[in-house]
């Protein structure tokens, strides 16, 4: 049976990642220097097992420079998806990361119901994101494309592709998660780590 890969790479280290804060003007939060390092290894890591025509990235630049960095070392095109910017974190822009498990509303257990002032929950954000993966899948049924995007948008995109919330896994910068898609719908995701494959669920 013929298949398709979707391989799924959260972006290099920003500098909001460094510092462990959110960005105040999220859209235009750039790469470090060991960002655009990661981009590099991940675009290797992918030449050597896959064979990707298309590199589909988030507009915000962080992700763009990853996928502009990957496109250019396989030689394939890259294109812009505007759906697959990362989480609105509203009231909390500027603010550390700590700072919505200590908002009012805030659950532990369920975090993906959370929706600060003037932002999106993670459920908001699969609702946006999920159509992105499944139009890809339905696009190049027999092809492998990268997908470039952020680390709330990749745990969505693992809750969209098991079906469950528990245990969405969120990359490390420039990880990879691989989907095998076919007639049959989606296979498990699969995240590498390391250059070596720990299947998910």
Request: charged letters at 20%; one cysteine or more.
């Amino acid at each position: 049976m013929s298949v398709g890969r979707l391989i799924l790479v959260r972006h290099g280290e920003s500098f909001g990642n460094r510092e462990r804060y959110f960005a105040a003007d999220p859209p235009s939060l750039g790469l470090t220097p060991e960002g655009y390092t990661q981009a590099a290894v991940a675009a290797r890591t992918i030449a050597a097992a896959f064979a990707p025509v298309l590199v589909v990235t988030s507009p915000y630049v962080r992700a763009r420079e990853t996928a502009r960095v990957i496109a250019g070392a396989l030689g394939v095109p890259f294109e812009v998806e505007p759906r697959l910017h990362e989480r609105e974190v509203g009231v909390h822009r500027g603010q550390s990361y700590d700072s919505v498990s200590a908002a009012p509303g805030f659950e532990r257990a369920r975090p993906w119901t959370y929706k600060p002032a003037g932002g999106e929950s993670l459920e908001e954000v699969r609702a946006r994101v999920a159509p992105v993966l499944d139009g890809l899948a339905r696009t190049h049924p027999e092809r492998d494309v990268v997908v470039v995007s952020h680390g709330g948008v990749m745990m969505c995109l693992w809750a969209h592709l098991t079906d469950r919330w528990e245990g969405a896994h969120k990359p490390a910068n420039c990880g990879l998660v691989v989907v095998e898609h076919g007639s049959r719908g989606y296979a498990a995701p699969v995240a590498m780590t390391g250059g070596a494959a720990d299947a998910g669920g």
